[in-house]
């Protein structure tokens, strides 16, 4: 019967973390999953940063301590306060041996793991032994744990960490060879998790300049003009058109080009983050965009004239062409994400057209609305601005 409970809960485990979307819902999945399946009132899941020297935590489940956040910002632990990571990393693990788990108590006995012997442990009580672990189970008021590395793609990643109150049966080896089995399904659950953020990074953000792409600017845009018709949120739209790009690759070459792309898109980048939650993106060739949720357009206006300035001042390209458009002003009622964007469409061409070193914004310029709403012109009228999407209508 304890066989088939533990197998229920290696299933249950694999599919929450194969259910998660997000890096942190697959470490929170793995906690909680531990925990139950291990019957302990606790689990974190922490990181190996060898580079720093240190374990970072990554999120703490169950009956928190005082002071214990649920995704830490900085719980970090010095490995020297750790030594058996460190002989795990640079002695069993470097030396083919095995990622086996183990059992510490709040009494200071190196309790039994996969690979110890019951002598051992008791050699190690017999020897007084104690560390951080220890000391922290005691403060925690917890009564034992059990650690179990995480071994992604050949390498230390980490480790699963489940304890017990003070009081509760102490872990045992059963229950260290179990955790052994539960970090190698955490392992596998991860690596998912990571090869999904890195498609998903690859799908959503322009390579060059390392903006989100178009396709996340559709995807953002749609659900901010929703957020907008449910609750009336302001949602702003810049959108810019970098000047000179042709005539520095003509002169230049490609390469230098890019160097303006790349130099643009850092200026955008900045300029957005004056905006809390604001996307930077690169729409594709030479432009760019933000798309505000939230912000007032008076603050958007005034980061978009900004972006003007500092896009002037750089050493390549003849600045920027900027227009904006934004639910917080008099353009009428905003059903589709679409209309948003040729309103912001049309007042670039109109900042393009003039030359204008400051952003034009719909609804503050007669003309934007007036063009964006127009009936769509015949195939051959030049007039027609850039970017149109003739066959939408009006809403």
């Not at 017990?164 to 229950?175: I, K, L």
């Not at 005034?302 to 934004?326: H, I, N, P, Q, T």
């Not at 204008?356 to 719909?362: G, N």
Request: net charge negative.
């Amino acid at each position: 019967m304890a066989e088939d409970a533990r197998l229920r809960a290696v299933v249950t485990l694999a599919q929450a973390m194969a259910a998660a979307h997000t890096p942190r819902e697959s470490w929170r999945a793995a906690a909680l999953g531990a925990k139950q399946a291990l019957g302990g009132s606790f689990a974190a899941v922490s990181v190996w940063e060898r580079e720093l020297g240190r374990l970072r935590v990554l999120v703490n489940a169950g009956e928190r301590a005082a002071g214990e956040e649920e995704f830490p910002e900085g719980e970090t632990y010095p490995v020297h306060q750790f030594p058996e990571i460190a002989e795990f990393l640079h002695e069993e693990w470097a030396g083919g041996g095995e990622p086996n788990a183990w059992v510490e108590t709040a009494e200071g006995a190196a309790g039994t793991s996969a690979g110890a012997s019951a002598e051992a442990s008791t050699d190690a009580s017999a020897a007084g032994y104690c560390h951080q672990r220890v000391a922290a189970l005691r403060r925690r008021g917890r009564g034992s744990c059990v650690v179990a590395p995480i071994v992604l793609r050949g390498q230390a990643w980490g480790e699963l960490y489940v304890a017990r109150p003070a009081g509760a049966p102490v872990f045992d080896r059963s229950d260290a060879d179990f955790a052994t089995v539960l970090a190698s399904v955490v392992a596998a659950g991860i690596a998912q998790t990571e090869l999904l953020e890195e498609v998903r990074k690859l799908a959503f953000t322009d390579p060059l300049t390392g903006l989100a792409n178009r396709r996340a600017v559709d995807i953002g845009l749609d659900e901010a003009v929703e957020r907008h018709r449910e609750s009336g949120t302001v949602v702003s739209l810049v959108v810019c058109d970098l000047n000179g790009l042709k005539r520095v690759n003509d002169s230049l070459g490609h390469a230098v080009g890019d160097r303006l792309l790349e130099r643009f898109g850092s200026v955008l980048s900045v300029c957005g983050a004056m905006l809390p939650g604001a996307l930077a993106a690169r729409l594709g060739g030479d432009e760019f965009c933000l798309l505000a949720v939230g912000p007032s357009s008076d603050a958007v206006v005034k980061v978009a004239e900004e972006l003007c300035v500092r896009a002037g001042g750089m050493d390549l390209g003849e600045g920027v062409a900027c227009g904006v458009a934004s639910t917080g002003d008099p353009i009428g009622p905003v059903r589709t994400a679409r209309r948003l964007f040729r309103l912001a469409d049309a007042a670039q061409y109109r900042a393009k057209a003039a030359r204008s070193s400051k952003p034009v914004v719909a609804g503050r310029d007669g003309a934007v609305v007036r063009l964006a709403d127009a009936p769509p012109p015949a195939p051959h009228d030049r007039r027609a601005f850039r970017g149109r999407d003739p066959g939408v209508d009006g809403g």
